[in-house]
């Protein structure tokens, strides 16, 4: 028996050609007004402050102009680059310490109330108290590894974000749910995996986004306080070392370095944040109007 190919159906009017297909989100995302509107505002920022520069004819030891501070930061970059590793080294382990740290410890305040009403104040004491005050002593207490300390005072900036917003999200759960699992008769961690966890993720994430700029503030105070120089030196040294040399262009380059680390740090939680989220949540689902 010969089979006979069923005629193909003609093309659908509304089908687009495959020269028109839909472009990734990603990069729609780049083309969308919520970052060209940023980019304007700091463009036409930087052209004002350089016209500003010239206009004035700002001695470059009091206020350098971007575009001199660009090329500084171009000449600069074999002293600033390894810095920059640095001081995103102590950022990245104090946040991962105080992502972990400040993760258990929210689960484990959500225990019991009692643990919460005893423990939580200390946490509240422990951001409360200037890091630039204590930084000292946890610098003697430590001394025998400099990175250690460092890290250790940029933990405490960064901890307090997670450990109040994840106690929160944990304490948030729907309350008929939880009845629900409770008649059910689901243990105690069966309702902290598929229920509290959940509900508290949007809240965890938030306190990350907190954390990750405060892991990097709290890593340039520490290294201010520490004074640290040499090959292990990190951005914060070179920018007090400008200071101190009237090197102004140089102790620019170095800010912006700080500036758009911290930057790049909370656009990628960000982005995280709505990848873990966009299916579900009402802060990161994609709405038609």
Wanted: net charge positive; hydrophobic share 55%; with cysteine.
């Amino acid at each position: 028996m010969v089979l006979k190919a069923s005629p193909s159906s003609p093309p659908s009017p509304d089908a687009a050609p495959p020269s028109r297909r839909a472009v990734p989100a990603s990069l729609a995302k780049l083309g969308s007004a919520e970052v060209i509107a940023p980019v304007i505002v700091g463009g036409v920022a930087l052209v004002a402050w350089e016209a500003a520069v010239r206009i004035f004819e700002m001695p470059a030891y009091l206020l350098p102009g971007p575009l001199l501070v660009l090329q500084t930061l171009i000449a600069e970059w074999p002293q600033l680059f390894p810095s920059l590793l640095v001081t995103l080294q102590i950022t990245v382990v104090a946040f991962i310490a105080a992502t972990v740290s400040g993760l258990l410890i929210a689960i484990v305040f959500t225990q019991s109330k009692w643990i919460e009403r005893s423990f939580f104040p200390y946490a509240v004491i422990l951001q409360t108290t200037p890091i630039v005050a204590i930084a000292p002593l946890i610098i003697i207490w430590l001394k025998n590894s400099t990175f250690a300390a460092l890290v250790v005072c940029a933990w405490i900036v960064a901890f307090f974000p997670i450990v109040s917003n994840t106690t929160l999200g944990l304490n948030s759960a729907d309350h008929t749910l939880k009845n629900l699992f409770h008649l059910y008769g689901a243990s105690r961690w069966q309702t902290l995996w598929y229920l509290r966890l959940p509900s508290a993720l949007p809240y965890f994430l938030g306190g990350l986004r907190i954390s990750g700029g405060l892991a990097l503030i709290g890593a340039v105070v520490a290294e201010f306080v520490a004074g640290t120089g040499g090959a292990r030196s990190g951005l914060a040294y070179q920018i007090l070392m400008s200071s101190y040399n009237l090197q102004i262009p140089r102790m620019f380059a170095a800010l912006a370095l700080t500036t758009v680390l911290g930057v790049l740090i909370f656009v990628g939680l960000t982005v995280v944040s709505d990848r873990l989220l966009r299916h579900w949540h009402e802060s990161a689902v994609q709405r038609e109007n």
